[in-house]
């Protein structure tokens, strides 16, 4: 599903990735590990082709970002790929319904797919906050800058997982959940990826939840630079 080759990634000169070889099988759940400052977030942002590395490749699904336009990129991200941002990074003048359903404005792929679970997208935005602890039809129609953190959170993740895209990225996903609400995300979101085959990536500095996933690493044994400080 996802290879990566070589790749070297420096800010203002300062050395923030460098791993030598690194593979991700199609379906696997994967969690990442890691302190602050580690560079998880910048890993993210390059196996989603949002920045460019200075030297060597990722490629998914058999396709290598770095031989891409920035058009291709936008469009091969919209088609295969889910991101749960740290900052959630929802659209403050759209309404909940709108933040959740955006990619599907993007990729017909995903519209298709959610159309066919629930015969609409409003059908299916509703099924996903539902799933994720959140009940209130009326929701939906307000706009996102009504919401608590940990509401954002959940249409956000809800953004994410609707179509079912190949790969879902989640940067600190539950950073904002309480213990309940935590478990609760966690479990949606490994049943959707399973029933589609979804291949997760999930970065968290928090290591109790590590014991759900299959596999798990530490960035800073697989990067071979010394991070002072995060991007």
Not at 75 to 89: L, V
Not at 157 to 172: C, K, Q, T, Y
Not at 201 to 224: A, C, G, M, P, R
Request: proline share 3%.
């Amino acid at each position: 599903m996802i290879n990566i080759n070589n790749l070297r990634f420096a800010w203002q000169k300062e050395p923030i990735i460098n791993i030598n070889a690194f593979s991700i099988e199609q379906g696997q759940h994967l969690f990442i590990e890691g302190p602050s400052g580690s560079g998880k977030s910048t890993l993210l942002n390059l196996l989603g082709g949002v920045i460019t590395p200075q030297s060597g490749d990722v490629e998914i699904l058999g396709q290598s970002l770095n031989q891409m336009s920035s058009n291709q990129k936008d469009s091969f991200r919209a088609n295969h790929i889910g991101f749960i941002f740290q900052q959630f990074n929802l659209i403050p003048y759209l309404s909940v319904l709108e933040n959740i359903t955006l990619p599907c404005t993007f990729s017909s792929d995903r519209k298709q797919k959610a159309l066919s679970r629930s015969g609409s997208l409003q059908k299916e935005a509703i099924r996903l906050l539902s799933a994720l602890g959140i009940d209130d039809t009326q929701l939906i129609q307000r706009s996102v800058n009504e919401l608590s953190v940990g509401q954002q959170q959940r249409v956000a993740a809800a953004r994410a997982m609707l179509g079912s895209p190949d790969i879902i990225i989640a940067d600190e996903p539950t950073s904002a959940l309480d213990n309940g609400h935590r478990q609760a995300f966690i479990k949606i979101l490994f049943e959707e990826c399973e029933k589609e085959n979804i291949t997760l990536i999930f970065v968290s500095h928090d290591s109790t939840l590590k014991h759900h996933f299959s596999h798990h690493i530490n960035l800073l044994e697989l990067n071979q630079v010394n991070i002072k400080e995060a991007l």
